[in-house]
């Protein structure tokens, strides 16, 4: 176990610095950078204040100098500093976070308690009416984009229904009715996709498990159906799905740019959209470094909820 | 715009009305240097002390650092904080601010004499060293400040005594006391810059308010300064300013009462409240104008006629109606807002569309149609996509095929300052005078920067004298002039200045809408009962 957790965390480590080279490059490529940003269109300027800005940047530097400083200042425990807000971008993150974090939580509680019985349901049902709505509704929130459900919603709430929650954020600690009230419906929005997929997930595990030898033993020595189904059948049927709930992980993150964007949230999301339109280097990389580590953390934990699911399975 | 204007709600039925009582002639460009429907919130009453004001936006800075950030969306508050030895009044003329008064010597020496006993945000006074510091600044090219430009004209800057500071200039500029309260200026304590980026979320000004708090993009909350030099201002407590940038949650907001007051972007949020008797509504005109910008050195408007045939083919009235909601006034050249410089419409030549003469210049450029030309877009401008779209459709029955190629904004200005765009739709503003509108914009380089390459030399010839004369109604002469040969030989095409659009409370009182969109008039705000 021990060994399998240092490998693990080695090809975490490698990976993290293949994203970093990656995210670094792809800034540079993207045309346009912090100093026309700052200056702004009807600017008149020389070509000595743009070199002058560069310089204070540190964009005048070549790119291995600069990467190698921002790899140096990550050993140290440092993302750097903003370039717009000229704050620390760990802290700028660290601030962010909660935001974001409570946003993905409920959404994967969310489409894991709508999912997992939906799934359920339309095995156990397979071939009637509820298997077919239930599958017509995954197919449907499997194709309506974020962006647009969001726009729905909040159209539908907001605009014609008149209920508004708070437009300024207010943290669950301090006000969880209100908070709850204002992250419902982007939670509701980021979670649909996730739950369509756990959704005909759990469908097709549980059709297969309750195909199994052992679900017909459980029946003959007479235990009840829902022993069966809970105990026997949907345990079984939840490894595989657990493993899509942590892939769903990572497009949950994706979403959250698009579903705070809409929503108008102070999380992570809505502060790398913002860095990227300001080519802010330092909070997009640093965002994103943050984001990827957080994504392969979490399926880390997943892999190792598998010994907790089944017993048979081992990491020695 | 008269102080004394009184509010009417803007009903479905009042509207009609108003729209009939101004008349077509608002449609045919009649100038009104103040038209009557240009409103302010309701201002009877005394003003009060106390209470706080939601104000929602579609943006807000990354940086509050008062000699760098360009854009003038998120400028539009930093003269709540920061104040400039002069300001731009409401009528567009340098008034007195912290300094008291100011002596003309010469035409190339000023003399400022400062207000005493004004103090920073931060406890310490205001003196002269302050002065020459600031401005000192934004003319340093290691700054990186675009407003460098603006203050070019000052030959050096020295300090007479502790409440007196002298400005000599290289040459007579007409523009120098305007420039002085520009948008890149700011003055801040000498001694309050360590590495140069401290400013950059924290502010140390002289204004009204003061930064309690600043979340990057997202907020800004300011609070009354107590110790502020103009006693007895400002009125509100607190001011806060929330960055929503999908306009619709604007309109929820304020019907839910969350926000006290609102500044629309587009037209399409601001027609669906302004039935709302329960809000007042505003529109101003404003110095902003959506424009194509041609270019000299491309094929195909390197020829003088091909850009004309542009001109005559577009029909600008249609590209207000569908683009800017028909929330705003067509343009000649020059916004009607900017009162006294602005030249009617009818005065000036190829303004109507006239899709025949369009082609016969075409003709006579030796082009045969289909001619292609490519226009320039910007990611994230509504009005410039829906403009551009009627422009297109609007050209190709002239004879061009016109190609819209879309970049990031990033992409758009770094092609623009290294002056290698091809014609591109934009939005300019903010500009108080012609000179500040004309001379950067379209006098070759080294003075200028001439970002069309037009290379006009009688327009450079007339920019040089009107930048140099300092007798009014001799410069307004000259930049009459200058409007007539853009129009001749047009090298930008204005299209039309959308309106300024805000909605509010009805116990929101005393706003004042200012032509550049800057927010001067929440000085004067207060809340009733």
């Known amino acids: 176990m021990r060994a ?8 975490m480590l490698a990976t993290l610095l293949g994203v970093s080279l990656i995210v670094f490059g792809l800034m540079r490529l993207i045309p346009g950078t912090v100093v026309e940003q700052l200056l702004g269109q009807s600017a008149l300027v020389g070509e000595e204040t743009i070199r002058s800005l560069r310089q204070f940047f540190g964009l005048d530097r070549p790119w291995y100098v600069q990467y190698g400083e921002w790899l140096a200042g990550i050993a140290r425990g440092d993302l750097g500093m903003s370039w717009r807000s000229h704050r620390p971008v760990l802290q700028l993150i660290a601030a962010r976070l909660p935001v974001s974090a409570e946003l993905a939580v409920l959404a994967v509680a969310w489409s894991l308690l709508l999912g997992v019985p939906l799934g359920a349901l339309a095995a156990v049902r397979r071939g009637r009416a509820s298997d077919s709505v239930v599958r017509f509704a995954s197919t449907l929130g499997l194709s309506v984009p974020a962006f647009w459900q969001g726009t729905l919603l909040i159209l539908l709430f907001s605009v014609y229904l008149e209920w508004m929650p708070f437009l300024q954020w207010v943290p669950l600690t301090r006000d969880p009715l209100g908070n709850l009230a204002i992250v419902a419906l982007p939670a509701l929005t980021l979670g649909t996709a996730t739950a369509a997929m756990i959704s005909r997930m759990t469908r097709s595990a549980m059709l297969d498990v309750l195909g199994r030898d052992y679900i017909r033993t459980a029946r003959a020595k007479g235990a009840s159906e829902r022993r069966v189904l809970a105990i026997h059948a949907l345990r079984n049927a939840l490894i595989p799905v657990v493993t899509v709930a942590g892939v769903q992980m990572g497009y949950i993150l994706g979403g959250i740019v698009v579903v705070e964007d809409v929503f108008n949230l102070p999380g992570v999301g809505r502060l790398l959209l913002d860095a990227i339109f300001q ?3 330092p909070v997009v990389q640093g965002t994103i470094l943050v984001g990827a580590a957080l994504f392969m953390g979490l399926n880390f934990l997943v892999d190792l909820l598998y010994a907790v699911i089944d017993p048979r399975i081992t990491y020695a | 715009m008269r102080g004394d204007d009184r509010f009417d709600r803007m009903t479905r039925r009042r509207l009609l009305g108003r729209a009939a009582a101004v008349g077509a002639g608002l449609w045919v460009g009649r100038t009104l240097a103040h038209p009557r429907w240009t409103l302010a919130a309701p201002a009877a009453g005394t003003p009060r002390r106390g209470g706080r004001l939601t104000f929602g936006s579609a943006a807000l800075p990354a940086s509050i650092e008062p000699h760098l950030e360009g854009a003038d969306i998120y400028q539009r508050r930093k003269f709540l904080f920061y104040e400039t030895l002069v300001w731009i009044d409401f009528d567009l003329t340098p008034k007195p601010m912290l300094a008291e008064r100011w002596e003309e010597r010469s035409p190339t020496e000023y003399v400022f004499h400062l207000r005493r006993g004004v103090r920073f945000h931060n406890g310490r006074e205001m003196d002269a060293e302050d002065v020459k510091f600031s401005y000192e600044r934004v003319m340093d090219p290691r700054t990186g400040s675009g407003g460098r430009g603006d203050l070019i004209m000052i030959k050096s800057i020295d300090v007479v005594d502790r409440y007196t500071v002298r400005f000599t200039l290289h040459e007579p500029t007409a523009t120098f006391l305007i420039n002085l309260g520009g948008k890149y200026n700011a003055v801040i304590p000498r001694d309050v810059l360590r590495t140069g980026r401290e400013l950059q979320g924290a502010a140390v000004g002289t204004g009204p308010f003061r930064v309690e708090s600043f979340e990057p993009n997202r907020l800004l909350a300011l609070r009354r300064f107590e110790d502020y030099w103009d006693r007895g201002k400002p009125y509100l407590d607190a001011l806060v300013f929330q960055a929503i940038p999908d306009e619709s949650s604007l309109v929820a907001g304020l019907r839910a009462g969350q926000l006290d007051m609102v500044q629309f972007e587009s037209g399409v949020n601001f027609k669906l409240v302004r039935h709302l008797r329960s809000l007042n509504h505003l529109q101003a005109p404003a110095i902003r104008w959506v424009v194509l910008d041609l270019v000299g050195d491309q094929e195909p408007t390197r020829h003088p006629d091909v850009r004309r045939a542009i001109a005559l083919g577009i ?10 909601d028909g929330l705003g006034r ?3 050249v020059l916004p009607p807002a900017m009162g ?9 030549p190829n303004q109507r569309r006239d899709v025949a003469r369009a082609r016969e210049f075409l003709q006579r450029a030796g082009l045969r149609p289909p001619v292609p030309l490519v226009i320039r877009n910007i990611v994230g ?3 410039l996509l829906a403009s551009v779209q009627v422009i297109a459709d ?15 904004i990033g992409v758009w200005i770094r092609d623009w300052i290294a002056r290698q765009s091809p014609p591109t739709m934009n939005e300019w503003g903010g500009f108080v005078d012609p000179d500040q509108a004309f001379y950067r914009h379209y006098h070759t380089p080294p003075k200028g920067v001439d970002f069309r390459r037009w290379a006009n030399p009688e327009v450079d010839r007339l920019l040089d004298e009107g930048r140099g004369t300092l007798d009014r109604t001799r410069r307004k002469q000259i930049y009459d002039r200058v409007q007539m040969l853009m129009a001749e030989d047009p090298i930008s095409v204005p299209l039309y200045a959308p309106n300024l659009l805000y909605s509010m409370q009805h116990k929101v009182k005393g706003f004042r809408p200012h032509p550049t969109g800057f927010l001067y008039g929440l000085r004067e705000v207060w809340i009733e009962g």
Do not use: C, M, Q
Request: proline share 4%; aromatic share 12%.
């Open chain 1, 4 to 11: 399998y957790i240092a490998r693990r965390l080695l090809a």
């Open chain 1, 279 to 281: 080519r802010d280097y």
């Open chain 2, 315 to 324: 029909d600008r009235e249609a590209v207000l109606r569908i683009a800017g």
């Open chain 2, 330 to 332: 067509r343009l000649g």
């Open chain 2, 340 to 348: 006294f410089w602005h030249v009617p419409v009818e005065n000036l």
């Open chain 2, 381 to 383: 401008f509504p009005s």
């Open chain 2, 394 to 408: 609007n050209l190709k029955e002239v004879g061009f095929d016109v190609r819209v190629e879309t970049v990031d």
